[in-house]
């Protein structure tokens, strides 16, 4: 389904200093099954963009669809896949992933069956009973997608979630995750600090502005599909990336602006 | 290995202690009145355990002690989770609960007898209130400390108020309620010694020291006093375990 922001602005209100902007005027939209990746430097407001489409941040104005239908609050259509170590310790493997389901009030044989279906999608077959803390950081990531995916949304949000993990175990899980996203082809808004990666998965990737964040601008990755790491050899990955680079330089460069008034 | 190295370092301190205590009594205080020696000790247990007073006295005292624990555990889970869950709720119990828990509880005791009797209802009723207040506080502060990032998880996947307090802030708070529950027995096993004190039992652990210390009879006073330990000890280890079995994933006790 198709995710559109129009407009957005986020403030953030501080004792005793004017309130601080955050977001303003952010617009972007991802296609339906299309992903898209923000990167930003730090501080951007990255996540708080996806914290509002997950109805996880009051906005101060403007407004968020996803199929035309406006996203107010925690929203059924919308999943968000946390930074690491988000899982709940006393649950297992397939407890965390039935979680979504169990508070939807799913019927507990269809949530078994779902359940099982994720943890194979996921390459976690036989460590279903395991618990968070007797995983790897990789594998903890691979359930924290599975319990997102679980609740079949429409739209998936990524906040950074590989970047605890290691090089390797990093690269892997953008492997994993697009093979992932072949199976359940999700409308995707992917969150990092790592152009690499944003080039390596996405369709599209949009560069913000230092805070107050807006989109400056949108790069179309022209890499085909299916992607294995050899596209990372590539002389367009190369160029993309340095392209990328290069812009987010110049954009730490340019001093800080002021918010405009709503 | 870790666990074989310190279970004999328990074990030695153990022997050591007793060895010391032994010969400080033998050699020192030469007065059993003043400090019987431990084979004293030992022997007047024998004796008590032999004609079946002492475990007549322990099921008494385990009795009250279990109903009133088990009743005043349940009573602070439930009033932790109330005044966890709700911040107004909270800002008008909590000075009551501080005050409860701060108070000396037990010299409520003859009060209690006037209410419920002197047989076990007012015994029950001391050691529940001994143990809630311990618990409250400690499953308070479980549930407020709920990881943040978990309550985002549970809200952004659906859950209702409902499901994130039982499925996400009692089970995050487990530790903290056992731990609770650990100081609360600590105060339990002191309450047996009050209640009986005051309480014209015909039975029981505490009776059986405020006898013992009535006619100086000191070796059978420690007989009681390591009874009660024991128990106490008992039953801490008993919530270790099960927050061990319960919370694997805390590799420490939060208390």
């Known amino acids: 389904m198709k995710l559109r922001v129009e407009n957005l602005q986020v403030m953030f209100d501080r004792a005793g200093d004017p309130p601080l902007t955050v977001l303003d005027r952010v617009d972007l939209e991802v296609q339906p099954a299309e992903f898209v990746s923000v990167v930003g430097p730090s501080g951007c407001g990255k996540t708080t963009l996806l914290r509002c489409l997950g109805g996880l941040q009051a906005v101060r104005a403007g407004r968020i669809t996803v199929a035309d239908r406006p996203v107010a609050g925690v929203d059924h259509r919308v999943a968000m896949v946390f930074q690491s170590d988000s899982l709940f310790p006393w649950r297992t493997v397939a407890g965390n992933i039935a979680f979504g389901l169990e508070v939807r009030r799913h019927p507990k044989a269809r949530t078994a069956r779902t359940v099982n279906e994720l943890v194979g999608l996921v390459g976690l077959a036989g460590f279903e009973r395991a618990y968070p803390h007797q995983l790897s950081g990789g594998m903890r990531q691979r359930v924290n997608l599975a319990r997102a995916l679980a609740v079949d949304p429409e739209v998936l949000l990524m906040d950074e979630p590989f970047s605890s993990l290691d090089m390797q175990t990093r690269e892997a899980m953008q492997l994993e995750l697009l093979r992932i996203w072949s199976h359940r082809r999700k409308t995707v808004l992917f969150v990092t600090h790592q152009i690499e990666e944003a080039v390596f998965l996405s369709d599209r990737v949009l560069l913000m502005s230092r805070r107050p964040g807006l989109i400056r601008k949108e790069i179309t990755v022209s890499l085909g599909r299916p992607r294995n790491s050899r596209a990372r050899h590539t002389p367009e990955f190369h160029a993309l990336v340095d392209g990328l680079a290069e812009l987010l330089s110049q954009e730490l460069a340019t001093p800080q602006r002021a918010a405009v008034e709503p | ?255």
């Open chain 2, 1 to 255: 290995m870790g666990g074989v190295v310190r279970f004999a370092r328990m074990a030695l301190s153990g022997i050591v202690g007793i060895i010391v205590w032994q010969v400080w009594a033998t050699f020192v205080v030469r007065n059993p009145l003043f400090l019987p020696a431990p084979y004293a000790v030992l022997r007047s247990a024998i004796e008590v355990a032999r004609s079946g007073e002492l475990l007549g006295n322990i099921l008494v005292s385990l009795s009250y002690f279990a109903v009133g624990s088990a009743a005043g555990f349940l009573g602070g889970v439930f009033l932790g989770v109330f005044l966890g869950a709700s911040q107004a709720v909270a800002e008008y119990i909590d000075p009551w609960v501080s005050a409860a828990y701060t108070a000396p509880l037990v010299a409520l005791t003859p009060l209690l007898i006037i209410w419920f009797g002197i047989g076990l209802w007012s015994k029950t009723v001391i050691i529940a209130l001994l143990v809630i207040f311990p618990v409250t506080i400690g499953t308070v502060a479980g549930i407020r400390s709920t990881d943040q990032t978990l309550l985002e998880v549970a809200r952004s996947l659906g859950a209702n108020r409902a499901d994130t307090l039982r499925k996400v802030m009692v089970p995050w708070a487990l530790s903290f309620i056992l731990s609770g529950a650990r100081i609360g027995v600590g105060r339990g096993v002191i309450g047996i010694f009050v209640a009986e004190l005051f309480g014209g039992a015909s039975k029981g652990i505490g009776l059986m020291i405020n006898n013992a210390a009535q006619v100086f009879n000191t070796p059978l006073l420690f007989v009681g006093i390591i009874v009660l330990a024991v128990m106490g000890i008992g039953v801490t280890t008993l919530l270790r375990f099960l927050e061990r079995r319960m919370a694997p994933w805390r590799t420490q006790s939060v208390v």
